[in-house]
């Protein structure tokens, strides 16, 4: 994979490091970007650590980017205006191409509201490694889980350009992997997203 660099950096050209393969050598695993999309209290933080430990316990490599982690160092100068949010999700996936080059499975739980701002990230990191997952919950069940009081701050207009609620979310249209939170508990979305990743690996 080689990478030239756009904007006021495009004169920077990314050394072709030789570690950059479709199965890292050491790992024997291959990399892959799992990207988790949903609105806020969907179930994404708490299916990613389940799956991060699952996929561990198969004695794979992986790796975490949860969005309030991110919020709090790497973006915490952006805020939640459509263009900071496309940018938070830029830098993102610039992260996750890193991890993935160093043969890491990099689990993203990350709002990423707009399909552009997704199929972006998408084209960043590579569509052959990149699994979109629709953390699915309705609107009114996220609300009712609210674990941060976030919805009850949206909806007193103390939070402003809040997903869901004064802030549209574009509905994934063919994720690699569906998770109806109502039906599935969080054994069992991880069990989805695992025995993708195995039907996967079997292929390649």
């Avoid at 009081?149 to 609620?165: D, M, P, Q, S, V």
Wanted: glycine share 6%; hydrophobic share 40%; net charge neutral.
């Amino acid at each position: 994979m080689s990478y030239v660099a756009q904007g006021p950096g495009q004169n920077l050209h990314a050394f072709a490091f030789s570690h950059l393969r479709a199965e890292h050598p050491r790992m024997k695993q291959r990399p892959l970007v799992i990207w988790m999309t949903g609105i806020s209290a969907s179930g994404k933080s708490t299916i990613a650590d389940a799956l991060d430990i699952a996929l561990q316990a198969q004695g794979r490599f992986t790796c975490i980017v949860d969005g309030d982690s991110v919020r709090g160092g790497l973006c915490r100068d952006l805020g939640f205006t459509d263009n900071d949010r496309e940018e938070n999700i830029r830098r993102v996936a610039e992260v996750a191409r890193l991890m993935l080059e160093a043969g890491l499975i990099v689990i993203v739980a990350l709002i990423s509201p707009s399909a552009a701002s997704r199929h972006y990230a998408r084209s960043i990191i590579g569509n052959e490694s990149f699994v979109e997952v629709h953390v699915d919950a309705p609107l009114e069940t996220a609300e009712q889980r609210d674990p941060k009081g976030l919805y009850k701050k949206a909806r007193a207009g103390l939070i402003k350009n809040f997903t869901g609620i004064d802030s549209r979310y574009d509905l994934p249209i063919f994720p690699e992997v569906h998770l109806n939170t109502q039906a599935l508990s969080v054994e069992q979305s991880v069990e989805a997203i695992l025995d993708w990743v195995a039907r996967n690996d079997a292929r390649t």
